[in-house]
């Protein structure tokens, strides 16, 4: 029985190999060639960052008489990567599993339920955790003379290091199962939780080499810490060496932690698993409903469907939270900016603001809030199509939430940039006319794409709002926009002035603007209500 | 006939909430049991308790002679259940589903094939074996639920809302299916459901409300006790009605009078012959019952 279990939950595990979730059917044999390559191939390249990673502190580590440093470092490395693959796996498969309720019912003890749920994670953690930890073998091999015993402990190693992420991960797991109940706007927090994961993780990137440098700088001081503060890890470095005593006790360790886990785990599993930890209960208040305009509960109903997708705001409205964090940046750092543009635009400085607009456009165009709109009405199209409301009224709330998340943002980002750059008068009009000219236009160039190639038909929303062309042309349809502008400008500098040729590139953008605008509400109006 | 569930004074809370208080009832063997109440009125949590999923707080349950305490693996051997979502893997054929959930009833090669033919036979899937579960209609996938739930030959088969969400053509070819399975196997179904309908072809019907026994009995029993009887007179004017001098309305073509019983019915008839030239007297439905019960709709999963 046990085996039964162990291969429907490895079975599970790795469905997504086989199947395609996304369009709901099972892959081709060609398919999933692909996918395995395609999936290796990524393994492959953070293998190599990694190999890099390995290779700059190996051998100076080694050298320095601190093996074992190299060893616990890149460990602790393996233990942060599987512990991030595995944590959000372990809240799936512990608290969400939809099958918590029928493997109960059957004559299968919880304890044997949770062992194989737990050998699922145990799979995804160790998978996670070789990608750093090949390369570091490998690297460890080319550096480093190792024995028999070090050859079979270093083996050994990643096997039981990755017990170590599992214990990590069921109690992560935990905490999110336990967080996940008391949020209200789940929604905001995931793309907030986002965000802070991919800022953190530019600025350990960008940190990465710093970081190696204080370590081969310090490395009395940074084994001392790591002795003391990741005393295992000490003793895995010392086992990799072919230190038996190490692995025993770097092993007793791990097993011990795990087995505290486990064994707090199986006596909690029954009310876990068969708690719906996934929702937070509400008390329903009865109450008058607020009337509104068609207009205003149209506008309402956009924005509703804008929050309740954190792949929507993650993708399409990135500069909502760009526009002001650049602001702010400008505002702490704007001089220290404006001296660099000075410098490298020396005898140009009046392009510098022409530069300005043209990077607030850029920013904007990260909303495209429009251009999945339609698409994300999906089968429920037929609502809108039935209320008594015209496709005019309907497409103009989609272009309104645009307008609104985007210009407010993108105020106060040229606010602060004429803060900063203190233009002349008008040019301190013509910026803002620019930049709210090209908002419109964008607005309405990824509703026209959308209404163009609309796509009402997917099984899950990140098909309309990320592999969408209309997504893709707004995005990139705006940046290309921009750049063209800006080639035409050093092409037509030596008879336009800056402020001049903004005027001009205002006055095109405006009357394009408007014309997309009359599309929409003509054409588009009349495709909208045929769809 | 012999009593498959015992279930006596059970007693649930979470924290503050007593979900099921003092509950006391029992199955008989081949029978239709149908358990009715509104959300919350405890049901969810005495299936849950019965599947073994929820420890309770005191109380004995015993399924076919063992109790679930003392001999749970034993006790839910005799149960197959199906849930209202079904737990089978989208990914997965209707034959690689099957076999991966037999396999935990340890019945694996030649003993899964026969009763995967046996099965499919009966509930006619046979050409759905190959085809991936997610390509299946609501009530295709409803068949396999059920398959799911019958592959260790169980004795009990619970159904936690089974037809919830199937049109009523698969409702229909869902229960002739659950019938022929009653005769065939002797089977002894345990029934949650919010469609009335189904309730008042089952054998026995316990009602819940706020965790406690409300009402218990046969169908015919209930609508007798709780219901009463409707004539319906055709072909009549209003002021003939009214010497009847009893309370009625006009419904479908129809003046409708409620009386407590067929033999009140029989009554009314007799004292008043002319009146009665064209009539109808039907029992009161069971949704009448429920309501009259616990003084709420059941309107497919929602209370009103």
New interface residues.
């Given amino acids: 029985?046990i085996?039964?279990?162990f291969?429907?939950q490895m079975?599970?595990v790795f469905?997504w190999i086989?199947?395609d979730?996304k369009a709901?059917?099972?892959r081709s044999k060609k398919g999933i060639i692909g996918y395995v390559i395609l999936y290796l191939a990524l393994f492959a390249f953070l293998g190599v960052i990694f190999f890099s990673f390995a290779t700059m502190l190996c051998e100076p580590l080694a050298e320095a008489g601190f093996a074992w440093l190299y060893f616990a470092l890149m460990g602790l490395l393996a233990v942060a990567l599987g512990v991030f693959g595995g944590v959000f796996n372990t809240f799936a498969s512990l608290y969400l599993a939809?099958?918590n309720?029928?493997?109960?019912?059957?004559?299968?003890?919880p304890a044997k339920i949770l062992a194989a749920r737990l050998s699922g994670v145990y799979a995804i953690g160790l998978l996670y955790e070789l990608i750093v930890m090949i390369p570091a073998l490998i690297v460890y091999f080319i550096h480093v003379r190792v024995g028999i015993l070090g050859i079979l402990f270093t083996l050994l190693i990643p096997l039981v290091l990755s017990v170590f992420v599992l214990t990590l991960s069921c109690i992560l797991g935990w905490v999110v199962a336990i967080v996940s109940t008391r949020l209200k706007n789940k929604n905001i927090i995931t793309v907030i939780l986002s965000l802070v994961f991919l800022a953190g993780y530019y600025y350990l990137y960008s940190q990465a080499y710093a970081v190696i440098g204080k370590i081969l700088a310090n490395p009395d001081g940074i084994a001392e810490s790591v002795r003391s503060i990741f005393y295992p890890f000490y003793h895995m470095g010392l086992a990799a060496g072919g230190n038996a005593l190490s692995m025993l006790i770097f092993t007793a360790i791990i097993g011990a932690l795990f087995c505290i886990v486990y064994l707090v785990l199986s006596k909690s599993f029954?009310r876990i698993?068969?708690e719906n930890r996934g929702t937070a209960k509400t008390k329903y208040k009865e109450k008058a409903v607020k009337s509104k305009s068609v207009s205003g509960a149209l506008l309402h109903k956009e924005l509703r469907r804008f929050l309740s997708s954190p792949i929507y705001m993650l993708n399409c409205g990135l500069g909502i939270i760009l526009m002001p964090i650049a602001a702010i940046a400008l505002l702490i750092k704007g001089n220290d900016l404006l001296e660099m543009l000075s410098g490298m635009f020396e005898g140009l400085e009046n392009v510098i603001p022409l530069l300005a607009a043209a990077a607030i456009c850029i920013i904007a165009s990260m909303n495209d809030l429009t251009a999945p709109s339609v698409s994300l009405e999906g089968k429920n199209l037929w609502i809108v199509q039935s209320l008594p409301v015209t496709a005019r009224q309907a497409l103009t709330a989609k272009l309104k939430l645009h307008l609104i998340l985007t210009i407010v943002p993108a105020a106060i980002l040229t606010l602060c940039v004429e803060i900063v750059l203190k233009p002349s008068v008008v040019l301190g009009i013509l910026i803002p006319v620019a930049v709210l000219a090209f908002i419109l236009m964008g607005a309405c160039l990824g509703l026209l794409a959308n209404l163009k190639m609309p796509n009402l038909k997917w099984a899950n929303e990140t098909v309309p709002v990320k592999q969408s062309m209309a997504v893709t042309i707004a995005l990139f349809g705006g940046w290309i926009i921009v750049l063209a502008l800006g080639g035409l400008y050093f092409l037509c500098r030596s008879f336009l002035s800056p402020t001049l040729y903004l005027l001009v590139v205002s006055v095109l953008l405006w009357v394009v603007a408007l014309v997309l605008l009359r599309r929409v509400m003509t054409k588009g109006a009349a495709v909208f209500e045929s769809l | 006939m012999k009593q498959i569930i015992e279930i006596s004074h059970l007693n649930k809370s979470f924290g503050e909430i007593k979900a099921v208080q003092d509950l006391s009832f029992s199955v008989r063997e081949g029978e239709l049991f149908a358990f009715l109440g509104v959300n919350g009125a405890g049901k969810s949590t005495t299936i849950?308790i019965l599947?073994?999923?929820?420890?309770k707080d005191s109380g004995t349950v015993m399924i076919d002679g063992a109790d679930l305490d003392k001999n749970?693996?034993?006790a839910?051997?005799d149960?197959g259940?199906v849930?209202q979502?079904s737990?089978?893997?989208?990914?997965?054929t209707v034959r690689e589903n099957l076999r991966?959930r037999a396999?935990?009833?340890?019945i694996t090669g030649k003993a899964f094939e026969e009763r995967l033919r046996e099965l499919a036979r009966l509930l006619d899937f046979e050409n759905l074996l190959g085809r991936?579960l997610?390509?299946l209609s609501g009530g295709q996938r409803r068949r396999i639920d059920i398959a799911r739930a019958l592959l260790h030959k169980p004795k009990i088969l619970?159904l936690d809302e089974p037809t919830t969400g199937l049109d009523p053509q698969t409702r229909s070819l869902l229960w002739n299916v659950i019938g022929d399975l009653r005769r065939r196997e002797n089977l002894t179904v345990f029934l949650t459901t919010h469609y009335m309908e189904e309730a008042a072809d089952a054998d026995t019907v316990v009602i819940l409300d706020g965790g406690k026994i409300v009402a218990e009995g046969t169908p015919l029993e209930l609508k007798n006790r709780y219901s009463g009887d409707f004539i319906t007179l055709y072909g009549i004017s209003e002021e003939e009605v009214k010497t009847l001098k009893e309370s009625f309305e006009y419904r479908n073509g129809g003046y409708r009078i409620a009386v407590p019983d067929t033999a009140a019915a029989t009554e009314l008839i007799l004292r008043n012959p002319d009146v009665f030239r064209d009539y109808e007297i039907v029992k009161g439905r069971m949704d009448d019952v429920f309501l009259a019960v616990t003084g709420k709709n059941l309107t497919g999963g929602a209370e009103k």
């Fill in positions: 029985m085996r039964a279990l291969k429907k079975m599970e469905s086989f199947y979730r709901g059917k099972t939809k099958d309720d029928l493997l109960l019912s059957m004559p299968i003890p029954l698993a068969t | 849950n599947c073994g999923q929820l420890r749970r693996n034993a839910k051997r149960l259940v849930f979502n737990a089978l893997d989208q990914p997965l991966s396999a935990l009833y340890g991936t997610g390509k619970v």
